[in-house]
């Protein structure tokens, strides 16, 4: 681990010691705002989470996580190095991302890089969903998907899950 890296996880701990929010279970169909954090490789997986949010009236927000700038055309793109030696985060849309209170904050991206590990810890959505090997996960909801890693499964946990959670039944 470099020591850029290491600092920041320093510092990430400490931030997320200090980080407080109020957690709410929200059902997908009651969701309205929803961010996503998802790999540049993941596109395909990606939209087809995108169209089904739409389709649900859910108004998405998402961040790709790539190598590079400019290797995602027309999405909000995170790279490393929009970090800071002293874990600043530099690009002002990710500070936007970051301070969202969306209803849910689903990752997609089965990476346990800083970058991501930053974000998830200190995203203010108010429910958290996704999956990571690496402790902490930083979410409210965390999807084991150990036995079949692919983002695509994990999207098909993740709307079966927040579909069923929460969810008031009513008898008529």
């Known amino acids: 681990m470099s020591f850029k890296n290491q600092f920041i ?3 990430l701990k400490r931030k997320c010691r200090e980080f407080k929010r ?13 961010g996503v954090l998802w790999k540049v490789d993941d596109r395909e997986v990606f939209n087809m989470l995108a169209q089904e949010l739409k389709s649900r009236g859910v108004q998405v927000n998402s961040l790709c ?3 590079q700038r400019g290797s995602v055309q027309g999405e909000a793109v995170l ?3 929009d970090f800071s030696m002293f874990g ?3 690009n002002e849309e990710i ?3 970051i301070d969202q209170k969306f209803d849910i904050l689903l990752d997609i991206s089965l990476s346990s890089g800083i970058e ?7 995203s203010k959505a108010k429910f958290k969903v996704g999956w990571s090997a690496k402790t902490p996960d930083y979410f409210d909801l965390s999807i084991d ?16 899950y927040l579909s069923e959670i929460n969810k008031i039944e009513t008898n008529n």
């Open 65 to 67: 996580f790539s190598e």
């Open 79 to 81: 790279t490393k190095d």
């Open 88 to 90: 600043k985060v530099k």
């Open 9 to 11: 996880s320093w510092l």
């Open 145 to 160: 998907i150990s036995k079949r890693k692919e983002p695509g499964f994990l999207v098909e946990q993740m709307l079966y």
């Open 22 to 34: 109020s957690v709410q279970v929200i059902n997908l169909n009651h969701a309205k705002t929803a």
């Open 95 to 97: 500070a936007r991302f």
């Open 116 to 122: 991501l590990q930053y974000l998830r810890c200190l």
